[in-house]
C-alpha cells in the first residue's frame, strides 16, 4: 500500500484491520471481482492506487525508526504495568 499498490481482503482477515474499508470484499466472489476490476479498469486501478497510499499515510510516518521507537516505548511501558 506503500507503493499505491491496492489490496483486497476479506474482512475476517488480518489484512482487513490494516488495509481499510476502501479494499474489504464480503466474500471470495467479490474478492475475484474486485482483482478483475483493478485489471480491467485503470481508472478504477488509479483510485484505489491513491486510495492506498493515502490510507497508508494515516497509519505510517515516511521515518520507520521513529515509528519503531514509538512501538518499543510503548510495548516497555505496558510491560511496566504487568
Same mark, same amino acid.
Given at each position: ?6 489490496? *483486497? *481482503?476479506?474482512s475476517?482477515? !488480518? ?7 476502501? #479494499?474489504?470484499?464480503?466474500? /471470495? ?6 482483482? %478483475?476490476h /483493478?485489471?480491467? !479498469?485503470?481508472? /478504477? /486501478? ?6 492506498a497510499?493515502?490510507? #497508508?499515510? *494515516? %497509519? #505510517?510516518?515516511? !521515518?520507520?525508526?521513529?515509528?519503531? +521507537? *514509538?512501538?518499543? !516505548?510503548?510495548? &516497555?511501558? &505496558?510491560?511496566?504495568? +504487568?
Amino acid at each position: 500500500m506503500r507503493m499505491g499498490i491496492p489490496v *483486497t *481482503t476479506l474482512s475476517d482477515s !488480518d489484512v482487513a484491520s490494516f488495509a481499510g474499508e476502501d #479494499f474489504i470484499c464480503k466474500d /471470495y466472489e467479490e474478492m475475484i471481482s474486485d482483482v %478483475l476490476h /483493478y485489471i480491467t !479498469d485503470p481508472k /478504477y /486501478y488509479k483510485k484505489q492506487s491513491d486510495n492506498a497510499k493515502g490510507h #497508508f499515510g *494515516t %497509519l #505510517f510516518s515516511n !521515518d520507520i525508526k521513529s515509528d519503531m +521507537q *514509538t512501538v518499543i !516505548d510503548k510495548i &516497555l511501558e &505496558l510491560a511496566k504495568t +504487568q
